[in-house]
């Protein structure tokens, strides 16, 4: 159709089976990545990164020489040592942030283990923010059920917060419930986690049971989201 603005100008979108197919393509690229991403060694990936921002300098990105523009971040799949990080920086953050008492380090740490004692690639994944080398954020998806998955420990560093990791992460998290056949995705947070709580909702999940309860050394509403993937 013609564009409001400008009668010279015509407007294009893909229709649901375009964007289908699209979503479709989407998913089985970012797959095919994601399996030579963890070929790759750890000590290389640092290069791959400053690698594709040379390319992107030299190709002339006007976005990318901007000041303001942020330095780009990869995902991957979980390796050997992330968990242990996944379990200090969930410890050390929610006691800065929250004043969390050590039993939330725990819970963390037994949700890692169940991850890693009953891992399921066909069912269950991980991802693992980097930027610059370093780890960022992560999140994981677990079976529940036979259709029912969740998600869990979603983080994101304080100091790669407002560059979308967050929304990205969860992103991915509907994406591949969505693709392994899942009806229906979970996940259970707490009141007070403002940030974490408008990332789930900007991604259209619903607050579906609220429950107050007393933990890690203070007392909580816990909330049970969901979004319904059929």
């Known amino acids: 159709m013609s564009s409001i603005a400008d009668a010279r100008q015509v407007l294009l ?18 797959d095919e990545i994601g399996a030579m991403l963890e070929q790759l060694a750890a000590n290389n990936r ?15 990105d006007r976005a990318r020489q901007t000041p ?23 410890g050390v953050l929610y006691s800065e942030e929250y004043r969390y008492d050590e039993q939330f380090e725990a819970l963390v740490a037994g949700i890692v283990a169940d991850f890693i004692q009953q891992f399921d690639p066909s069912r269950d994944r991980c991802w693992i923010a980097e930027k610059d080398g370093e780890i960022v954020g992560s999140v994981f998806v677990v079976k529940k059920t036979k259709t029912v998955a969740k998600l869990r420990l979603l983080y994101v ?7 979308g990791i967050g929304k990205r992460l969860v992103s991915e998290c509907v994406r591949f419930a ?3 056949g899942y009806k229906k995705l979970v996940l259970w947070t707490q009141k007070s986690l403002h940030a974490a709580r408008h990332v789930y909702q900007e991604a259209g999940f ?16 816990a909330e049970t989201w969901e979004m319904r993937l059929t």
Request: charged residues 20%; without cysteine.
């Open 13 to 30: 979108t893909l229709s649901k089976r375009g964007q289908k197919e699209f979503a479709e393509l989407n998913a089985r690229s970012s």
């Open 46 to 60: 640092p290069r791959l990164v400053t690698a594709m921002d040379t390319i992107a300098g030299l190709l002339g």
């Open 206 to 221: 619903s607050l579906v049971h609220e429950e107050p309860h007393h933990s890690w050394g203070h007392d909580l509403i």
């Open 68 to 90: 303001s523009a942020p330095s780009p971040y990869l995902l991957r799949p979980h390796q050997p040592g992330d968990m242990g990080w996944i379990v200090h920086r969930h």
């Open 178 to 180: 969505r693709q392994v």
């Open 157 to 163: 560093e304080p100091k790669a917060r407002g560059l």
